[in-house]
């Protein structure tokens, strides 16, 4: 199981680590969320530029399979976006 990294990043700065967690819990909410704040950016960009929005949906699909096989149990997870 991997961990999660807490990073400040401020425009135009490489980001700096401040914090490590390695609860499996929190990671598989927080890939979760993530997951889940791209599907919302694509349903509002679909709005303005549905053709845009189909590509980033794809950007969507396979950023759930990396963090599928990245995070074990996210696909099972109460916190899944499945």
Same mark, same amino acid.
Do not use: C, W, Y
């Given at each position: =199981?991997?961990s +999660?990294?807490?990073?400040? !990043?401020s425009?135009?700065?490489?980001? @700096?680590s ?5 609860d499996p /819990? @929190? +990671?598989?909410?927080a890939? !979760?969320i993530?997951? @889940? /704040?791209?599907?919302?950016r694509?349903v509002a =960009?679909?709005?303005s530029?549905?053709?845009r929005?189909r590509?980033?949906?794809? /950007?969507?699909?396979r950023?759930r399979?990396?963090?599928e096989i990245l995070v074990?149990? +996210?696909?099972? !997870?109460?916190?899944?976006v499945m």
């Amino acid at each position: =199981m991997g961990s +999660l990294i807490i990073a400040f !990043s401020s425009p135009g700065q490489k980001p @700096l680590s401040v914090a490590t967690v390695d609860d499996p /819990e @929190l +990671l598989r909410t927080a890939a !979760s969320i993530a997951i @889940l /704040e791209a599907e919302q950016r694509v349903v509002a =960009m679909a709005k303005s530029d549905p053709v845009r929005a189909r590509l980033q949906d794809a /950007e969507v699909q396979r950023l759930r399979t990396a963090l599928e096989i990245l995070v074990p149990g +996210l696909a099972k !997870s109460p916190h899944g976006v499945m």
